[in-house]
Each structure stands twice: as C-alpha cells, then as structure tokens.
C-alpha cells in the first residue's frame, strides 16, 4: 500500500494563533477518512494545507508523494458551502466540465463534432455524470436542482480528473438524512472502486459510520487520529478538549458527545474559514 | 426625397442606406451591439449590471470634462470610464461576506458623485455640449467614418480579451471558491473584467446614451440568459438580440425621426417582457417543447 498523506509535527498559524499543532497524519492510498471537530478546529484549515493554499509553520507535509500543492491536479477538490440560487443559469453539464478544463485560457471556439478534443472532454463529462448517478438532472440549470441533486454534480466535477484523491469540505451540510447516507455511500463506493483516498469534512459522524474506515478529530489545538471506536471514545475526547466530555452509545449503535465545550449543529449559520 | 416606411422590405432597405450618415450609424451600431452582447452576457452573469450601467454614468462628467479640455469627447468618455472602473475595482479589495455590500454602496456613491461632477464641468464650459439630450439618450445619426473605425478597435479589442480569457472567467464568476483553488487568478480577472467593462460601457454610451445603456448592455445577455441556459447558445441568442435591438432602433428612428434610443429600449424591454414571460410557462409544457437531454450527448 502506498502513502497518500504524511503529516508529522505539523502545526498552523493564523493571524498569529496556533490553530493545530503536534499533528502527525499518515493516510494511505485508497482510505475513506473523515474529519471532525468543532467549528473553528482548523478542519478547513487542514485541507488548504494539503492543496498547498496555506503553509506549515512547522513540520512537514507531503501529499501524494511530493510537497503540498504540486499534484493538485491529481486532487479533486470540492470546497464547502456552494450552494447554487435559482438565478444560477447554469447547467449542471457545464459545471462539471469546468472542473475538467475550466482554468484553461482561450474559448473552445469549435463544436465537438469538429474536435476531438471537445468530444473527449465530453464524453469523459458524461461518464463522471453517469458515475453520480446525475443524468437525469445534468442539463438542468443547476440552481434549480435540490441540494442533493447540486452535490452529486459537485462530486461529479470534483472526479472529472480522474483524481487520486478527493477532499470534500462538508459536503453533506445543508442535505436531509436520507440524502446524506446517498451521498456517503456514493463517494464510499468511488473509495473502494477506483481507489481513491477520499478525505471527508463533517460535523456528525453518525450518517458516516457504516462506510468511512477511519476518522481525524481535531479540538483543542491537537488531533487525534484512528477508528471511530478507538478515537470517538470519553477518554480520548476528554484529553482532546481538556475537558469532561462524555460519549453516548445509543441503542441503534448511534454515537452521542455530551458536554462539547460547543456543540456541533448542522443547518446555523457558520463563518467560512478563509 | 423624405423615407418613409413601405412595408417593403428591400426597398425599406434602400431607403436605409441612402445616405452616408445612415450607413455610419449602422456599421458603427453593429460592431458596438455585438460587443456589448458578449460583454453584458458576463456582467449579468458576474451580477455586475449596477456596475454597468455606473460606469456608463461616467460617461457624463467624461464627456463635459472633453468639452472644457477642447479634446475629442470620446477621450473623455474613455478616460472617465477607465477610471470609474478602477475606482469600482479598488473598493473590491475589502475582505469576505462584506465585501458585497460595501462594494454596491462604492458604486452608488461613485454613480452620484459622477453626475454631479458632471453638472459642474458642464456649467464650468458654459457652451453647448453637443446638446445635454444626446448625451443622455443618444446620438447615433452623427457618427462619423473616424469615429465608426473607433469603434470598430474597440470592439476588436475587448472581444479579444474575452476569447482569451473567456473561459476562466467564466469559471471564476460561476464557482468562485473551487476557481481560486484551482489557481484561476480570480481577483486579476476581476479587475480586468472591469476595466473592459468601462473600456466596453464608454463605446456603447456614445450611441446610446448614458442612460439607455441597458439596451444593448443588460438587456440582450438578460433575454438570451431568460432563453436558455446553455452557455454557445445563450451568447450567440444575445449577439443576434443586441444586433436586432440595435437596427430595430436605427430603422424605425430613420423612418419616424424620433430618437433611436427610445425605439432600441422600447424594443429591448418588450423582448425582455416576452422572454420572462415565455420562461413562467408551467414546466412540463416547456421540457416537451425543448430539446431532450440526450440531444446534447
């Protein structure tokens, strides 16, 4: 098994605050990760290390075999909290196909059927749609598409590269219950299928436990990494927060953290990390 | 010999190009309409109408300011313009949420404080501008062989821009956040969006109007965008709608003698008004009627 991700002591500073420090990470290729914590933990933070779009202030960071940011084209990415409003006249088809070329100067200038360039671009477009399951939808405008319909489609421009490994940024926020197992399920199936590393921001654990292999938690400044049953845990969450947290196990194998210094809720209203 | 409209098409069009005044006017219209589609199509698609039609505000104290400087007005239109757009690009470079809000209130004052200026460097010169009506509304039947190939380089050039960095742009104005990851250069685009914009804004204004700018700015990309969401087709609709706005008005100005600019906004709304209208029909009568998905395959 090859190494996708290997963090070891790093740490992060914003605007002169430690956001996470001690943090050592080794995820291999093909893991389905999740990554937790409260809001303000440094989860976002966290990916724009690996995309290269932050810095460490110490230790290091290599992503897919070479330093943060130099194999993001082998990284699909899927930023948090887009959501498309019904003035969003654009298809679901054309969004997808930015994530394939989207950053490429010039216009195509001639139909698919003069170009074979074009016509791969949008038969590969197609397959990733297929892929989701979005076909029924794809050439709708995407801002008339319900949340879960627009997130399959992200996920879609996030694959369209063929990627090696996917960083979503909560990308079952805003989504009902049903809808966030559908979603966890189709990237897990993505994970085992193809292969990919998939790391997955979320604030409940529960919709993704029967699919992810393993989590990191990050609070208080440090992370803890391992299986949900060996890190969701009293003791180890209490050592993380530095203070008594205690976790629940329902009936029906639910997980429940009491006494968070801040609870997770899933639909109020949150900054954006930059 | 007096035109008058026959209702017969080749001859209307004869009578058209009978004389050279006319024939300026409609070179100079096309070249400026086609322009203006395209770049309208990104500034709706970019939210940036109010910014638009700001900048065509500038157009005001610009053409004044040409006037008290004894220097050709569309160097003041230019000028002005090109400044408007930096100072509406300056004010973008605050942080985060507020950004948006802040930035709509920089256009508004930079929208009063443009005509105000304007009305100053107007009393300042004292003499007739041209005739302040023009200015506001239009003056499409005095454009002149110089000021025709004017605007043709203009049109070239910000067409230009656009076919380079269309797609980009496209990119960063849709989906802003995975744009910037993807390291698409999205506050440079945004910036220069806005310098062709002013560069765009003061050639359509000299025919125009300052303030009949909507027709052929807002409203072709507006319509076709109304139309279809499929982004070939969407700029080609809004080319052809610019271009029929745009001799529609000169046509009927030529045959009524009243301004083009009332006929092209007339046009322009009504159009606006049936694609609006067209688009609130119940869904499933329009999916029938539109092409299947699995056309575009």
Redesign the interface.
């Known amino acids: 098994m090859t190494v996708s991700i290997e963090m070891a002591g790093a740490a992060v500073r914003l605007g002169g605050r430690t956001i996470w420090s001690d943090v050592d990470v080794v995820v291999q290729q093909g893991e389905f990760v999740a990554i937790l914590g409260p809001n303000g933990a440094g989860k976002s933070t966290l990916l724009n290390v690996l995309?290269g779009?932050e810095q460490l202030a110490r230790g290091s960071v290599a992503v897919l075999g070479a330093g943060a940011g130099h194999n993001?084209e082998r990284i699909g990415?899927?930023?948090?909290r887009?959501v498309?409003d019904s003035?969003?006249?654009?298809?679901g088809?054309?969004?997808v196909r930015?994530?394939l070329?989207?950053?490429?100067?010039?216009?195509?200038?001639l139909?698919a059927r003069f170009s074979a360039r074009s016509r791969a671009a949008?038969e590969r477009v197609?397959q990733v749609i297929e892929r989701v399951g979005a076909?029924?939808y794809?050439?709708?405008?995407i801002g008339e598409c319900s949340g879960g319909e627009q997130q399959r489609l992200l996920i879609a421009?996030a694959l369209v590269r063929n990627p090696q490994m996917l960083i979503l940024d909560e990308p079952l926020d805003g989504l009902d219950l049903p809808n966030q197992a559908a979603v966890t399920a189709l990237v897990q199936g993505i994970c085992r299928d193809e292969g990919v590393t998939v790391l997955l921001v979320a604030h409940d654990v529960n919709p993704l436990l029967p699919y992810i292999d393993r989590v990191l938690y990050l609070a208080g400044g440090r992370a803890a990494m391992g299986t949900p049953q060996a890190v969701i845990t009293s003791e180890m969450l209490s050592s993380l927060y530095g203070a008594p947290i205690e976790v629940l196990h329902t009936s029906d194998g639910r997980l429940v953290v009491v006494g968070a210094p801040e609870a997770p809720h899933h639909h109020g209203p949150r900054h954006a990390l930059? | 010999m007096n035109p008058h409209l026959s209702f017969n098409l080749p001859s209307d069009v004869h009578q058209l190009l009978a004389y050279q005044f006319m024939v300026n006017a409609l070179q100079a219209a096309s070249a400026v309409a086609v322009m203006a589609a395209v770049v309208g199509w990104f500034m709706v698609l970019r939210r940036e109408s109010f910014a638009g039609h700001t900048l065509s505000m500038m157009s005001f104290p610009g053409a004044a300011a040409a006037a008290l400087a004894g220097v050709p007005l569309a160097a003041g239109y230019f000028a002005f313009c090109g400044a408007g757009a930096v100072i509406i690009a300056g004010a973008a470079q605050g942080a985060g949420a507020a950004r948006g809000a802040q930035r709509s209130a920089v256009i508004g004052v930079v929208g009063a404080g443009s005509l105000a200026l304007g009305y100053l460097l107007l009393s300042l010169y004292g003499g007739v501008l041209e005739s302040l009506e023009s200015l506001l509304f239009g003056s499409i039947l005095g454009v002149s062989g110089g000021e025709v190939e004017m605007l043709e380089l203009v049109a070239v050039a910000v067409l230009a821009f656009l076919a380079i960095a269309g797609r980009p742009l496209f990119f960063a104005s849709v989906d802003g956040p995975l744009a910037s990851a993807s390291r698409v250069p999205v506050r440079a685009l945004s910036v220069a969006f806005l310098l062709v914009l002013g560069l765009a804004v003061a050639a359509t204004a000299q025919l125009t109007g300052v303030l009949l700018v909507f027709a052929l700015l807002v409203a072709p990309a507006g319509i076709a965008r109304e139309l279809t969401p499929r982004i070939g087709l969407s700029l080609a609709l809004s080319v052809l709608i610019g271009l029929l706005i745009a001799w529609l008005g000169l046509g009927l100005s030529y045959f009524t003698n009243y301004s083009p600019g009332f006929f092209a906004t007339t046009a322009a709304i009504v159009l606006f008004a049936l694609a609006r209208g067209a688009r609130s029909l119940p869904r499933d009568r329009l999916r029938r009627t539109a092409l299947s998905p699995q056309a575009s395959r």
Request: aromatic share 10%.
């Open positions: 995309l779009l993001n990415y899927l930023p948090q887009r498309f003035a969003t006249r654009v298809r088809v054309d969004l930015l994530g070329d989207g950053r490429r100067w010039g216009v195509p200038l139909p949008r197609w076909e029924a794809a050439d709708r405008p421009q930059p």
